[in-house]
C-alpha cells in the first residue's frame, strides 16, 4: 500500500514563496510519475505540474515561470517549489502517483493574502 503525505503549506503574502514536499512510502515512487493538482473552493481539481521518472516537467499553464517540480528519488519525495504567489493560488494542494493518479495525497492548504 501506498502513503502519500504533503506538507509545507500556509498562509503567505501575495508575492511570496512556500515549498511543498510530498514523501511517498512504497518501493515504486521512482518508475511513476508524480503530479501536484489543486483545488480551489467551488472549482475542480487541476493539474499543477507534473514530473516523470524521466524528469520531464510539464506545467498548467497559470503557473509557469513561477513555479518548479523536483523529485528525490533516494527520498522517495517530490517538491513543488512556488514564487511569486498569486491570491489565485490559494488552494487545497495534492500529490499524486502516477498519471490517474493511482494515490493521493491527504492535501496541506496554501493561502496567499493580497
Known amino acids: 500500500q501506498v502513503q502519500l503525505v504533503e506538507s509545507g503549506g500556509g498562509l503567505v503574502q501575495a508575492g511570496g514563496s512556500l515549498r511543498l514536499s510530498c514523501a511517498a512510502s512504497?518501493?515504486?515512487?521512482?518508475?511513476?510519475?508524480m503530479g501536484w493538482y489543486r483545488q480551489a473552493p467551488g472549482k475542480q481539481r487541476e493539474l499543477v505540474a507534473r514530473?516523470?521518472?524521466?524528469?520531464?516537467?510539464n506545467y498548467a499553464d497559470s503557473v509557469k515561470g513561477r513555479f518548479t517540480i523536483s523529485r528525490d528519488n533516494a527520498k522517495n519525495t517530490v517538491y513543488l517549489q512556488m514564487n511569486s504567489l498569486k491570491p489565485e493560488d490559494t488552494a487545497v494542494y495534492y500529490c499524486?502517483?502516477?498519471?490517474?493518479?493511482?494515490?493521493w495525497g491527504q492535501g496541506t492548504q496554501v493561502t496567499v493574502s493580497s
Open positions: 499524486g502517483l502516477g498519471y490517474g493518479p493511482d494515490y
Open positions: 514530473i516523470t521518472s524521466g524528469l520531464v516537467t
Open positions: 512504497g518501493s515504486i515512487f521512482s518508475i511513476r510519475a
